[in-house]
């Protein structure tokens, strides 16, 4: 017997105003889901990239990979979990804008004591994506200087406070004085306002014309030449994001005429696709945080009936930090 769910759904592309508050029905998890009640949800760029269409799924469907909440019922295949845990999750089928719902159960973990249910759905994606990106896409060693772009976003502080407990130096790229100061407080080692500086001259000046190793890039199409101007020879250029737009008609030549480049486009669920890799990557972030060396920066909260308004000032760069999806 299933029970109903308020959810967010969209039976076509476009802007905010397609996102519709639906009931739906959610049958009783299958042998390898758990069900949970949702209390917070993670707002993340991708989640406007399935709105628009720019990454592709057939509709209707829901949007959101993340969020945390409390476990109501549990498949038979699925060990690690039980009824009454509270667990969280960061890569998904598409459909977390909800009440409740069935997740895979190799897809979530429980949250240790000390963390809150919003501050799990912060962090989850965002997080996750920092572990792979600096743990494993690019192993970063202490006194390296490394290129963030969209220092002050949510993956951004994040990453500014991993790399500074890494002992590496995060050059971190801000559209505002404002945003300079609030990546500058979270670990960043030197900001580049890029309305008014040329990011490309400043990484010279701050490495002392040595460049960068690695840059991380979730901008996209505004930054890609800009990233690849700033790097070493054999450097890599990890484009892990389209803030700005997909990046298109790449010339591989350039990467020779630059200093025999190397490039990736990783993505999260690639590095935790099974529950030993994910609780692995989940298990080095939560310990981040509940060492003090992470803090989860949450600055904006809406009830999930007013996500256009969220969408709105994600997509138009007015948040700092974190957003999550509220739940009475």
């Keep these: 017997m299933g029970i109903t769910s308020k959810a967010i759904q969209i039976e076509t592309h476009g802007g905010p105003e397609v996102m519709k508050l639906v009931t739906l029905e959610v049958s009783l998890p299958a042998d390898n889901e758990v069900q949970i009640r949702q209390k ?3 707002l993340n760029f991708i989640d406007i990239y399935f709105r628009t269409g720019l990454y592709a799924s057939p509709l209707p ?3 959101g990979f993340e969020a945390s909440g409390v476990v109501e019922a549990v498949g038979k295949n699925v060990a690690h979990l039980k009824v009454g845990d509270r667990v969280a999750y960061g890569q998904s089928p598409l459909g977390a804008y909800a009440e409740v719902r069935n997740v895979p159960g190799h897809q979530v973990v429980k949250i240790p004591d000390g963390i809150s249910f919003e501050e799990a759905a912060a962090v989850m994606l965002k997080g ?3 572990q792979y990106l600096f743990r494993q896409t690019y192993r970063l060693q202490e006194g390296e200087t490394i290129l963030l772009h969209a220092a002050a976003g949510g993956v951004g502080l994040i990453a500014c406070q991993w790399a500074k407990a890494l002992g590496a130096k995060l050059i971190g790229t801000v559209s505002s004085p404002e945003k300079a100061a609030i990546a500058r407080a979270h670990g960043a ?3 580049i306002n890029y309305t008014n500086e040329n990011v490309v001259e400043r990484v010279l000046e701050l490495t002392n014309g040595r460049k960068v190793p690695v840059v991380y890039d979730g901008v996209g199409k505004d930054t890609w030449e800009i990233s690849l101007d700033c790097l070493q020879p054999r450097g890599l250029m990890v484009s892990y994001g389209n803030a700005s737009g997909p990046v298109t008609g790449v010339n591989l030549g350039v990467l020779a005429t630059k200093g025999s480049l190397y490039v990736t486009r990783p993505s999260l669920g690639a590095h935790v696709n099974t529950l030993e890799k ?3 990557a989940a298990d080095e972030l939560f310990q981040m945080i509940t060492s003090k060396k992470i803090k989860v920066q949450i600055d904006q909260r809406y009830p999930l ?4 308004e969220a969408h709105i000032a994600l997509a138009s760069r007015k948040t700092t930090g974190a957003t999550v999806l509220t739940l009475d």
Excluded: K, N, R, S
Aim: charged fraction near 10%; hydrophobic fraction near 60%.
């Design 278 to 280: 994910m609780q692995a």
């Design 305 to 308: 009936e007013e996500v256009a």
């Design 40 to 42: 917070a949800i993670g």
């Design 61 to 63: 469907h829901g949007l």
């Design 128 to 130: 996750l994506t920092v």
């Design 189 to 191: 080692w030197a900001t």
